[in-house]
């Protein structure tokens, strides 16, 4: 039985339900749309994302199982706890989103085309002013040397891409980002797709229908006025 997958209206946010998603390709719910602040705030509240590359329509995710990283469980391995606690590098939050993203669409280590184009850049950097996409950056001195993205409502945090240009940039950036999190007793990062880096850094799979609730779960969690407010970043783990 061939499965339809719906084209969105320009004039409504509704999206169909996660579980319509097809199983191959994994995830794939809907195409069309737009990429402004309100669709991609409605569809990150849903646990959907968006991911496409130039020159196609714009698609829309709900993959099954779902990557997480638990917060009380993530890998720190001896080199690079070695590598922290030396402090090479100082970490921030919000204080270069856009070039964080622009490095992201253009990493040195990506072999393969970037789904960052230039329309998805333009949508994220609007959702940074709006107070809804957010940085880590990762700095050898005055030099900007790993980062992520990614978007958070309230205590849900979904990352989108990161980057480094030294060793253990990005590792350290992911580091933060989850004691950043776990400082708030959030419990888990979504990070959408399990890849082998991430795998390193004890990521996990879990079911969609798990995901979905412990993603409305995190949604329903406030976190203090101003958290998200430019700063440097320090790290305190056992």
């Not at 849900?156 to 590792?171: I, L, P, Q, R, V």
Request: negative net charge; aromatic residues 12%.
């Amino acid at each position: 039985m061939t499965q339809t997958i719906p084209l969105l209206s320009s004039d409504s946010l509704i999206f169909p339900p996660v579980n319509n998603a097809l199983n191959d390709p994994n995830g794939l719910l809907a195409f069309g749309g737009d990429l402004t602040t309100k669709r991609l705030a409605q569809a990150y509240s849903l646990g959907i994302f968006p991911w496409f590359s130039e020159g196609d329509a714009i698609m829309w995710w709900s993959p099954d199982p779902r990557a997480i990283i638990c917060c009380d469980t993530i890998k720190i391995n001896k080199t690079l706890k070695k590598h922290l606690n030396k402090q090479i590098f100082s970490v921030t939050l919000n204080n270069a989103f856009d070039e964080v993203i622009e490095y992201c669409a253009d990493a040195p280590f990506r072999k393969e085309g970037t789904w960052i184009v230039d329309e998805m850049i333009q949508a994220y950097k609007t959702m940074h002013q709006q107070g809804l996409a957010h940085s880590i950056e990762v700095w050898s001195g005055e030099e900007l040397v790993g980062g992520l993205y990614g978007i958070a409502i309230n205590g849900y945090f979904s990352g989108e891409s990161m980057f480094y240009t030294h060793s253990n940039a990005s590792k350290t950036a992911l580091v933060y980002l989850v004691a950043l999190l776990k400082s708030q007793k959030v419990e888990f990062l979504d990070c959408q797709m399990l890849n082998p880096f991430l795998a390193d850094m004890g990521c996990v799979e879990v079911s969609r229908e798990k995901f979905i609730e412990i993603k409305n779960q995190a949604i329903e969690k406030k976190l203090p006025k101003n958290f998200w407010h430019p700063r440097q970043l320090y790290l305190s783990y056992e």
